[in-house]
């Protein structure tokens, strides 16, 4: 019998270190400012319902608080997604990421407008 040659596995180059930590931190930025838009929204109803003389409702605070918490997770979900893969890949992986928050974020909004989040 003869022996067949073994093929290697071709190779993928890994992205450096610093330009997947460069990366992160520029599409961190843009996760961060969907944070803070969502921090600002929880500061301007309450500021409303201040105004209105009376407070947000435990859905409200719910809605409000998943607002915060979506670019959090949807970033972390991305970083994860995109660890190992070439540079194309990383920022298309972000990229979603910053579509899905916007998704949500505008059907978060179009769903509870903000007397729905008052009691």
């Given at each position: 019998?003869?022996?067949?040659?073994?093929?290697?596995a071709?190779?993928?180059?890994?992205?450096?270190?610093?330009?997947?930590?460069?990366?992160?931190?520029?599409?961190?930025?843009?996760?961060?400012?969907?944070?803070?838009?969502?921090?600002?929204?929880?500061v301007?109803?309450?500021?409303?319902?201040?105004?209105?003389?009376?407070?947000?409702?435990v859905?409200?605070?719910?809605v409000?608080?998943?607002?915060?918490?979506?670019?959090?997770?949807?970033?972390?979900?991305?970083?994860?997604?995109g660890?190992?893969?070439?540079?194309?890949?990383?920022?298309?992986?972000?990229?979603?990421?910053?579509?899905?928050?916007?998704?949500?974020?505008?059907?978060?909004?179009?769903l509870?407008?903000?007397?729905?989040?008052?009691t």
């Amino acid at each position: 019998m003869s022996a067949e040659p073994t093929q290697a596995a071709p190779t993928r180059r890994a992205l450096p270190r610093w330009l997947a930590t460069t990366l992160a931190v520029v599409f961190g930025l843009f996760y961060a400012y969907d944070v803070w838009e969502a921090v600002g929204n929880v500061v301007g109803i309450s500021t409303l319902a201040s105004g209105l003389d009376t407070s947000i409702s435990v859905l409200g605070w719910a809605v409000l608080s998943i607002g915060v918490a979506v670019p959090i997770v949807i970033f972390l979900i991305a970083l994860r997604l995109g660890r190992g893969r070439d540079i194309l890949a990383q920022v298309l992986v972000y990229l979603t990421g910053l579509g899905v928050v916007a998704v949500v974020s505008l059907g978060i909004i179009a769903l509870f407008g903000a007397g729905e989040l008052l009691t």
